[in-house]
């Protein structure tokens, strides 16, 4: 047991971290996929975790934040921002401050906008590559870390990524471990003060609760439980699919229109 | 000869108990502090043991007369032993009467011998085995060299020889006695136990009374850590109740756990403290062990952890989820010792400072934290099984003679039965209640015993400010975990209510004439006591009551009233799942077949729901409602008025 040498080989990780909500109930809780970003930073070997949130401080989502730390951290950096703030700028000086070579988030937020796009915005700031829907990290050696993203119907894709990079999680990765009250009360909040830039395009959105979306339903005609059970397992035949390189905006324009107007999403 | 070395033997013997005696008290003063009526104590100590240990000794004849006769033999011989041979005051009658007291003490020590020939498999062996021999070693020496004292030997009896024997088996019995006593050996229970009667957490459970709900833990010390870790973090009281035990295995005999195969033995886990108090292995310990858990292998000290995170300490993680918290134990240990307690300290420290509750325990808590019920269903949808009773809800009456309580019941629908059953009853009966709707929660039960109490206390506040809010005369639920929580858990929060079971309210309404009865037709019928009415509210008698009233007659079960075997539904038993050789509802279901019976009546959801989720069952399970209900005669005239009341309301919906 060398400190030392322990400290020069650590992993550098930052999970960023959000404030979820029930979906039945609307309680603040810790995010679904934040909290296998979480797990997932644990599993990694030798890695020094540093827990991140955007955001404000109240009640509850103090007691969201809490609940990260009961995963078992003494610390979590909150970078304070008010309510209408874009995050992203704030987000993005802490990280280059920090240096962490692995950054992990989960895929969206589970309120607000909730659009996915932060950990690309974030990427694009940052001049990192993004990998998406990750299963778990395998290795990492020599800054390169050997990645299992996950594919629709439990197929995996093994990848290869420079660091730093920032990965996403979904429901693919491992669940949570459970957050204990103990160590999520004593943790420690750590505000850090950081440059607010308002968030101008969302102040002129309306926002309504989504509804239910509607899903294709899939017909399979399968006289016996053996074709069920290969029509659900198969891969998604991608029939009339088309593969567009070396196009023009306008002609990859013209082929989404025609293909959602084929699809009836468009009349 | 003897006469010179005998106050020697007995003043060094009793110098060593007493230094033995000072280092068993340090030993439970590691623990914390708890305080306690230290002299109040002491003085009730003698009724505590004569009346109350021997209430729960008594349940079985001999072994009490035996006890009676060994026990009470050696503290009069002790006492009149030092009075006599240590100090000489032999004049008189004393002589006469330590003869009669060693002569007592033996014929005692001669049925413990007897016992001890073909031991049951719950007694411990080991160094327990020679305990006949070391009483009868102590009883006959002690009688032999009074005959000299009270004259009916010469002074000058026998040859040295005779004497030095004679002293050398005084020793004997001398060291186990009175070195044995406070060094560790079988008689330690003696001691600790009279000690541990004294200072007992629960002082309320003597003299007839009960005290059955679990302790608040003091959520307010953000910096303290949260249950029970190392043997340290036990208070020393009990500490001194683990040290009293008589490893008499009656714990283990109606454990329902240790019966399943699952890894746990009440009798061990408590020597398993002991050994943690003291520090060492348990290689030493000579009764069954946890089932398929080898002895020897698991070792402690009073500041280490008793359950490791990974690898082995003083016990193991399963042994202690494997509880159903049935109190089978605790209902049976003649040393009044509290397992329970114990294990949920112990799984308090598991689930708030480890994070690790079993299976399916960290989801039912997250569920219980985001949903207010266990099942993660939306709250909002409580009333949904109800929605043609148009039940009257609290917030719209405000106050009502009756509040029924739920329970989470509501949302599975062999429960909903039930309800419905009980509602139709409240309304045959004409009581005026309402039910509290969206606004109840799940009353902390299940967060509690998975040793979760900052969500039990969450759930408890907000119940208890809801309750507040309306006036009512008691409380009627089906759910005995509801039931208990709410009477005996919530007054700790400030919580008070007059609280009944539906067994005991509809017995009452009986009683008062207002529920009539078809006679019975059906077939015959053996009733399940569940833990958390029988056992821990002392409720044996409503239920059977009622089943009387409709004409039944309980076919009972070999083990029923305060033995009753548990369902295995209780503790999150079923949410934390150990596996076990077998299932503990078959082994209940089996009870059941053994009696013949063609139903089962039942009186809690959990018992119903384990009880029928048993395979080719040969027995039908129903509520003691649902009975009621189908057995109810309402009056043809409908002046029942909720009745008449739900039907107009039911038109209105459907014009
Ligand atoms: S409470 Fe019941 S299950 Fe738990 S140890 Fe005691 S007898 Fe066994
Ligand atoms: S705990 Fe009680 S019942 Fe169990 S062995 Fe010890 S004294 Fe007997």
Known sequence: ?267 | MLDSILPVLIFSALALAVIGAWRRVRLWRQGRSSPVPILKGLAAMPRRYLVDLHHVVGRDKVMSNTHVATAGGFVLAAVLMILVHGLGLAQGVLGWVLLAASACMFVGSLFVARRRRNPPARLSKGPWMRLPKSLMAFSLSVFLITLPTVGILPEDFGSWILAVALAAVLVWGLGEMFFGMTWGGPMKHAFAGALHLAFHRRAERFGGGRSTGLKALNLDDPKSSLGVETPSDFTWNQLLGFDACVQCGRCEAMCPAFAAGQPLNPKKLIQDMVVGMAGGSDANYAGSPYPDRPVGEHHGNPHGPIVAREGKALVDAETLWSCTTCRACVEECPMMIEHVDAIVDMRRFLTLEHGNTPNKGAEVLDNLIATDNPGGFDPGSRMHWAADLNLPLMRDVKQADVLLWLGDGVFDMRNQRTLRALVKVLRGAGIDFAVLGNEERDSGDVARRLGDEATFQSLAKRNIATLSQYRFQRIVTCDPHSFHVLKNEYGELDGHYEVFHHSTYIAELYEAGRLHFKPWKGGTVTYHDPCYLGRYNGEYEAPRNVLRALGIEVAEMARSGYRSRCCGGGGGAPITDIPGKQRIPDMRMNDVKETGADLVAVGCPQCTAMLEGVVDATAEIRDIAELVADALVTESDPHTQPTAEARIAIKEVAS
Do not use: N
């Not at chain 1, 993005?92 to 690309?120: D, F, M, N, W």
């Open chain 1, 1 to 267: 047991m060398q400190p030392e040498a322990h400290a020069k080989a650590a992993l550098e990780v930052a999970v960023l971290v959000s404030i979820g909500r029930h979906p039945l109930t609307g309680r603040a809780r810790r995010a679904d996929q934040d909290a296998r970003g979480v797990e997932l930073a644990m599993s990694l070997d030798k890695a020094r975790i540093t827990l991140m949130h955007a955001g404000a401080l109240d009640d509850d989502s103090e007691s969201a934040l809490r609940g990260y730390l009961g995963m078992g951290f003494q610390t979590l950096t909150l970078v304070e921002q008010p309510r209408d703030a874009d995050v992203i700028p704030a987000l993005a000086s802490a990280l280059s401050e920090t240096k962490p070579q692995l950054v992990i988030s989960g895929e969206r937020a589970e309120q607000g906008e909730g659009s996915g796009l932060l950990p690309y915005l974030l990427a694009e700031r940052l001049g990192w590559p993004v990998v998406s829907g990750l299963a778990s990290v395998e290795k990492v050696e020599d800054g390169v870390a050997t990645l299992l993203q996950a594919l629709p119907r439990g197929q995996r894709r093994r990848l290869q990524v420079r660091l730093p990079a920032i990965v996403t999680v979904d429901a693919a990765a491992s669940a949570a471990r459970q957050s204990a009250y103990g160590p999520a009360r004593r943790g420690e909040l750590r505000c850090t003060e950081a440059l607010a830039v308002p968030d101008e395009a969302s102040s002129e959105w309306t926002v309504q609760p989504a509804r239910k979306r509607p899903k294709r339903l899939k017909i399979v005609k399968a006289a016996s439980a053996r074709d069920r059970f290969k029509a659900a397992a198969a891969k998604a035949e991608g029939g009339g699919g088309q593969v567009l390189t070396d196009v023009t905006p306008e002609q990859g324009a013209e082929a989404i229109f025609k293909l959602l107007k084929e699809e009836g999403v468009l009349r």
